[in-house]
């Protein structure tokens, strides 16, 4: 017995993206808000991360990002549920962005810090999710947020809060 025969037939997932200092150029010519809005209407590439989990923005505005976000088997870790780190990701996704959404042009953030709540699994029967980021405060230095990972029902499966950092990036 081979080892496909026991756990079934292999599954293949490829993904692709550019050079993501393609995508560091672009974003440093305007705002957070116009990037991250740019990057939901398909004008610009997805940032790799946004590739390998395979979600998507459906909500951007200033201070507020939402993301799309159906589970898949490759999500699973070695008990079938969708990994914990998968959640989380899409948390501090949704936080940093909708603090990306309120930064002036020339801005970047970086998250210092990261706080989360996973409250119940999610596997293939939850169907798709949304994750809602919102700023909580945004100052010039440090900006703070709050996420909730929902299904389509609104039952919450996970929650975050975090702080990060607000600065100038060098010139290259």
């Known amino acids: ?18 050079d993501p200092r393609t995508l560091f150029g672009i974003a440093r010519t305007m705002s957070g808000l116009d990037f991250m809005r ?23 505005e200033p201070g507020e990002i939402h993301i799309g976000f159906t589970p898949q088997e490759f ?8 990994h914990g780190g998968v959640a989380c990701t899409l948390l501090d996704s949704a936080m940093s962005c ?4 309120a930064i002036p042009a020339g801005t970047a953030f970086t998250t210092l810090q990261l ?35 929902l299904d389509a029902k609104g039952r919450l499966y996970a929650h975050a809060s975090t702080t990060c950092l607000i600065y100038v990036p060098e010139a290259k």
Not at 98 to 101: E, G, L, Q, S, T
Not at 130 to 147: D, P
């Open 1 to 18: 017995m081979t080892r496909d025969d026991a756990i079934g037939a292999a599954r293949t997932r490829t993904i692709s993206w550019e």
């Open 38 to 60: 740019k990057i939901m209407r398909g004008e610009v590439r997805l940032p790799p991360i946004m590739e390998l989990i395979d979600f998507q923005f459906t909500r951007v």
């Open 75 to 82: 999500h699973f870790n070695p008990i079938g549920a969708v």
């Open 98 to 101: 909708a603090i990306y959404a």
């Open 115 to 149: 706080n989360v709540h996973l409250i119940r699994g999610i596997g293939l029967e939850t169907g798709p999710m949304r994750c809602e980021g919102t700023v909580t405060h945004c100052g010039t230095r440090t900006g703070t947020a709050e996420a909730k990972l």
